[in-house]
């Protein structure tokens, strides 16, 4: 596979996977994707091509940000899963994808909680709800994880109640007892969020990560792990503080990412996207994970139009692209590998996904990471 005439560096073919019995749990084999993703200490460019990424984990299975979706995703044989990180009161770095749980915990039949309810503003965005910076780490402990979107996935409603929320040094040591019983290291993805809204709150995100990293020896260059953040700021200061590999996380093209707003930044994320937007985020970090509609936009109808040059460009400044995200049901895909009326049913995201491969992208995060890593597998034995 090529890219604008030149070989494109580190890309390696995802092999086989196999489906076990009737709850389609996907197993490495021995000498594929599943052991290749990390043995050693090799770069995240030994990490075979397509990654899957397990978007919170196999959130399309299980409440996202537990230690049941991290679990089954990575028994599926995710390459890398991912954490989002928020803060408590006391400055524990927790897994959820937002600040506001609300939607994601059983906060709200706790009455003793009730009076913590309020209404805030994050990124410039009016939210009223519960948030993890004004609870004590012992007391989000006594909350339990819930399915975000019940009405989309009903069956993962199951699972309500089963776990708590994580905190990020638990993922870790959850990591590091994988990795030995597995004999290989354990990829994470790992994200900041609204780290310019938790600095200004005297609770910032980056040097508790950092400290973490380091305690767990994920801070050197060749470390099993990726950092991201949708504000480039964050990943300029994780620079400083550790040599881990870092993504650019890029929104809608008529976005600014937050950071940008509070400093007087007038560049947009379309800006960013351009040759020379893309050579200064090649200055401090080695990828990019794009929404899927700055790889092929979407017309009115939110059908794929014509794919832009986005995954050529970030390949000429030596990125890896890894964008963001495939679900498997109907409501999340492009209107042309929708099938059927429910918005719930699930569509051909096989086809979305050799659409979106064939666009020469480096890896995708997808809540379904077993039909990623099929779709990866055919794509790699068909072209």
Known sequence: MTQGGQAKPGRRSVLGAAVLGAGGVTLGLPGTAGAAAGKGHGSYRDLPVPTVVAHRGASGYRPEHTIGSYQLALDMGAHVIEQDLVPTKDGHLVCRHENDITGTTDVAAHPEFASRKTTKSVDGVSLTGWFTEDFTLAELKTLRAKERIPGTRQENTLYDGRWTIPTFEEVLRWAEHEG??????????????????????????EEPLADLLRKYGRHKKNAPNFLQSFEPSSMRRMAELVAAPRVVL??????????????????????????????????????????LDLIIPKDAAGKLGRPTTLVRDAHAQGLVVHPYTMRNENTFLPADFRR???????????????????????GIFSDNPDTALLAAADFARHR
């Open 180 to 205: 030995r019983a597995r004999g290989r290291r354990i990829w994470l993805h790992v994200e900041t969020k609204h780290p310019t809204y938790f600095r200004g709150l005297g609770l910032g995100l």
């Open 340 to 362: 059927g009326t429910d918005p719930a049913a699930y569509g051909d995201a096989f086809g979305a996904l050799k659409l979106y491969f064939e666009q020469g992208i480096d």
């Open 250 to 291: 890029l929104d809608a093209a008529d976005t600014r990412p937050w950071d940008f707003v509070q400093a007087g930044d007038r560049r947009t994320v379309a800006d960013l996207v351009k040759p020379e937007g893309l050579k200064w985020i090649a200055g401090f970090a080695q990828g990019i994970g794009p929404w």
